[in-house]
């Protein structure tokens, strides 16, 4: 097998469970983004954009949609005979085998997989963020200041640090303390879990980690600790651009809306750092003379004939005249009918909100305490003139004139 300077292993086994009916059936990454896009797009692309062509993806919940997805890798010309895109499930060795307990078991179960390569480095990606960023750039770096481990750190405002893993560094960008969500941060330099390791370094503690029994086998809880503990040289990256973690209903909506505010610059047609994704063959979108858009992405296959507000269609999407849809996202093939209102809601694929049915409200200063985004899941159908109020998550079918 050739040898290859980098190696990157995407972790995108996690249940996703805030996402809730979201990830009922599919893994977080495979969640739709951005109209025509998965979220696993933006960590694949930036990896055959940063020149590195071998990616293990390690999957356990739900995988099906995710591996048919992903397939051989081909939009994101990761379809190589010498490395290349592998899905990489847990399985049964010799030795047994085991469900991934943590991230850093998930990569020690399958150093063998990375040894085939021999690389000098390994990139550790989560599959669960939106972000563009030359991951070169951090191994150069890597390099430069012969570091053990390299920790890709964004900074957020010191009100928001008691949220993240804060790294403590010095004004080299030396990192001497990590702590996990820290009530009295003393920095604001946020983990964004994204490692560069030198990979001697990495299997040993892979394997001093695996046989300590008392071990989460987190990166976060348990790798970084223990080398810091053991002196190693450990830096942090500093990242200044957009990066969101989409973990969360309200961030991943939050995310979504962000690509139609001028403001930010995710600029996902940039022909220079393009996000690729799989493409699906539906005509063109057909917006009606007598609907009403304002400031809305709508994708192919779309079919338009009521009122949009800030808000993102994805593919095979129709919206019914008389329709309104306001601040949401509609996921692939869901119908909005005739007279439906639908505000501040996710619609998942394959809804169906009936006539004259209402979905979500907008914030007031009297439900504010209690407001939250809607979310429909897939497949469901919500009856006509039905009513459902802000921060309802609805898994199963609604009934004509029910209130929930």
Known sequence: MAKKKCVAMLLAGGQGSRLGVLTGKIAKPAVPYGGKYRIIDFPLSNCINSGIDTVGILTQYKPLELNDYVGSGKPWDLDRTGGGVHILPPYQGQKGGDWYTGT???????????????????????????????????IKQHVKTNAACTISVLKVPFEEASRFGIMNAD???????????????????????????????????LCLDAENKDSSNDFGKDIIPMMLNAKENMMVYK?????????TVDSLWEANLDLL???????????????????????????????????????????????????ILFENVTVEKGAAVEYSLVMPGAVIKEGAKVKYAIVAENAVIEQNASVG?????????????????ANITVGKNAVIRSKQMIVEDVAEGEKR
């Open 239 to 247: 990242f200044n651009d957009y990066w969101k973690d989409v973990g």
């Open 261 to 311: 505010n001028p403001k930010i610059d995710l600029n996902l047609s940039d022909k220079k750092w393009r996000i690729y994704s799989r493409p699906d063959n539906f005509p063109p979108q057909y917006i009606d003379g007598e609907s009403k858009v304002e400031n809305s992405l709508v994708t192919d296959g779309c079919e338009v004939y009521g009122n949009l507000d800030y808000s």
């Open 361 to 377: 409200q907008e914030p007031t200063a009297e439900n504010a305490e209690d407001w939250g985004i809607t979310v429909i899941g």
């Open 171 to 205: 004004e080299n960008g030396k990192i001497y303390e990590f702590e996990e969500k820290p009530k009295n941060p003393k920095s604001n330099l946020a983990s964004m879990g994204i490692y560069v390791f030198s990979f001697d370094k990495l299997k040993k503690y």
């Open 104 to 138: 850093a078991n998930a990569i020690y179960q399958n150093l063998e997989f990375i040894e085939r390569y021999d690389p000098e480095f390994v990139l550790i990606l989560s599959g669960d963020h939106i972000y563009k960023m030359d991951y070169s750039d951090m």
